[in-house]
């Protein structure tokens, strides 16, 4: 689960320099767009996971509004964007942005995908695979590097993205679709969804189509922001990856089991694989100096303090690290005694 291409799985290979530079300024030319498309979607009064009431105000982002849920956790967009609007930001320069970062740290994020490829292994080593948002294939490409007894399969909505895998991976099927259009019954071993289900307006729904396109016993492998880890809890509203209206549901482990339980799916296993991203991120935050992300940084120590498996793991890196509060020092004399 680690090794040595951790070292790369750092933030600022992730997030290339000029997506850092224009990220922000991009996104608020994109939404002032999309403002302009009418939107006539309700704004929920409860949770869009549990079904809490308890919900509230929890940060703007370009003018989207996001709350928080009390009871579950989850963050999301409320109101929801409409599909018109979606539509628009998903073919914006927006998109056409990202991709080149996708492709320009390219390389920097395989080694992310290795890692998601020996979970995959460590459960199913062969049979029928889908890949739902393929994008520009970074898991594909990830996946021919390896030996693998998978017939794999792609599916995404992108003609562009379509195009793109067609041309690099001819040997792979390509359904351009959504995946709620995929027919039923397909028989898939695996279903991977990687960094989407962030993306999408319903996720029970989407995890109820998934489910039907499994076989028996089949695996959903998925990955999503977790906005209970480190990183989150001391960036707090600042976080890099609040972005309506890609962004509308932002996940933590309990709202997740929502979902699952809804589509009535089970929990197998979970991970949080780059700690290394975590860490390059903090640094980067807490080397401003701001106080609030000190004090966060502080309170995210102090929430896990009664996780036994958390001050295991900590007091482990104080001793590796030799922080840890006991010195022991080993010394000798020397051969010849210096006489100057
Ligand atoms: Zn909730």
Redo the contacts with the bound molecule.
């Keep these: 689960m680690s090794g040595a291409s951790d070292s790369q799985i750092v933030f600022d290979a992730i997030h290339t320099q000029k997506k850092q530079q224009h990220l922000v300024r991009m996104m608020s030319e994109t939404a002032l767009e999309v403002h302009k498309i009418p939107n006539h979607n309700v704004k929920f009064e409860s949770?869009?996971?549990?079904?809490?009431s308890?919900?509230l105000f929890h940060v703007n982002k370009f003018g989207f509004n996001l709350d928080r849920?009390?009871?579950?956790?989850?963050i999301f967009c409320n109101p929801m964007p409409n599909s018109s609007q979606l539509n628009f930001y998903y073919n914006s320069p927006m998109k056409d942005f990202e991709n080149e970062f996708f492709i320009e740290s390219f390389e920097k994020r395989v080694p992310i995908f290795k890692k998601r490829i020996e979970i995959i292994k460590s459960f199913v080593p062969k049979g029928k695979l889908l890949d739902v948002g393929s994008a520009i294939g970074i898991f594909i490409s990830a996946l021919q590097r390896e030996e693998y007894g998978f017939e794999v399969h792609c599916c995404d909505p992108s003609d562009g993205a379509c195009r793109l895998l067609k041309e690099k991976y001819p040997e792979i099927t390509i359904h351009q679709m959504m995946v709620e259009q995929l027919k039923a019954d397909c028989g898939f071993d695996v279903v991977t969804m990687w960094d989407t289900l962030e993306h999408v307006e319903s996720p029970v729904d989407v995890a109820m189509s998934i489910k039907k396109l499994l076989t028996p016993g089949g695996y959903w492998f998925f990955s999503t922001p977790n906005t209970d880890s480190f990183e989150w809890k001391v960036a707090g509203v600042d976080h890099v990856q609040l972005l309506p209206p890609g962004h509308i549901n932002l996940f933590n482990l309990?709202?997740i089991k929502?979902v699952l339980l809804d589509a009535d799916l089970e929990l197998v296993e979970y991970f949080t694989p780059n700690g290394t991203l975590d860490v390059s991120y903090v640094k980067k935050l807490l080397q401003n100096g701001t106080p609030e992300y000190i004090k966060n940084a502080g309170n995210f120590f102090y929430q896990h303090i009664e996780d036994d498996s958390f001050l295991a793991a900590f007091a482990k890196l104080l001793t590796d690290t030799k922080y840890a509060g006991n010195i022991v020092v080993v010394a000798r004399k020397r051969l010849v005694e210096d006489k100057g």
């Design positions: 949770c869009v996971i549990c079904k809490s308890n919900v849920c009390c009871d579950c956790g989850h309990q709202s929502r």
